[in-house]
């Protein structure tokens, strides 16, 4: 499969991204990290692939990366507010630190 025809799958993230915006207003607020995480997404494929076009492969690696750890916290926040955690504050602040943690470990090496 081509990057061009990646590039162009990966983009149906925007009906969500429309979907979300119109129905904003009606969605339950436990619900919006969801939505900020699908906009989240199509940005981030956005500028990913004005970057590879212009052949910034590090600014590139970059972006996903810091998406990487966005996209944990919006989930994590998602979660919380579904009462995952029970409405423990420091169990979800111990699990968002050892990620936090690991992922700068893993982005140092």
Do not use: C
């Amino acid at each position: 499969m081509s990057l061009t025809l990646k590039f162009w799958l990966s983009l149906s993230i925007v009906f969500a991204v429309i979907i979300g915006i119109i129905r904003f207003r009606k969605i339950d607020p436990s619900y919006y990290p969801f939505i900020y995480r699908v906009s989240l997404s199509l940005v981030v494929e956005l500028v990913r692939r004005v970057l590879l076009l212009q052949n910034n492969n590090n600014a590139a690696t970059l972006v996903t990366n810091l998406f990487s750890l966005a996209d944990f916290l919006l989930f994590a926040w998602l979660f919380h507010n579904w009462g995952l955690f029970k409405r423990d504050r420091r169990l979800f602040l111990a699990i968002i630190s050892v990620f936090v943690a690991v992922w700068l470990l893993a982005v140092a090496a």
